[in-house]
């Protein structure tokens, strides 16, 4: 994104708000972290996909949650 837009969102917005649409802007054309997780689990053998996890939609929802759930602890918690 160019450097004029982010320059009108913080002339319109107050700076964290400005910063995390700018960010949402940035980053919106990138796969999903739970696209991410399929585009994986699709290079594993379907016979070992199905043998350890025949859920792959739940196994991805589960990953994708605990994830979500991490970041916000890490925020959260520091670990120095």
């Not at 969102?9 to 796969?31: C, I």
């Not at 070992?48 to 996890?53: D, F, K, R």
């Amino acid at each position: 994104m160019c450097k004029a837009a982010r320059e009108a969102l913080e002339k319109y917005l107050d700076a964290s708000t400005a910063k995390r649409l700018y960010e949402l802007a940035r980053s919106s054309n990138r796969k999903s972290f739970g696209d991410m997780v399929r585009e994986v689990v699709s290079k594993i053998p379907p016979s070992a996909v199905q043998a350890l996890c025949p859920d792959v939609d739940g196994f991805v929802t589960t990953v994708v949650k605990v994830r979500n759930v991490l970041n916000i602890w890490r925020e959260e918690v520091s670990f120095d």
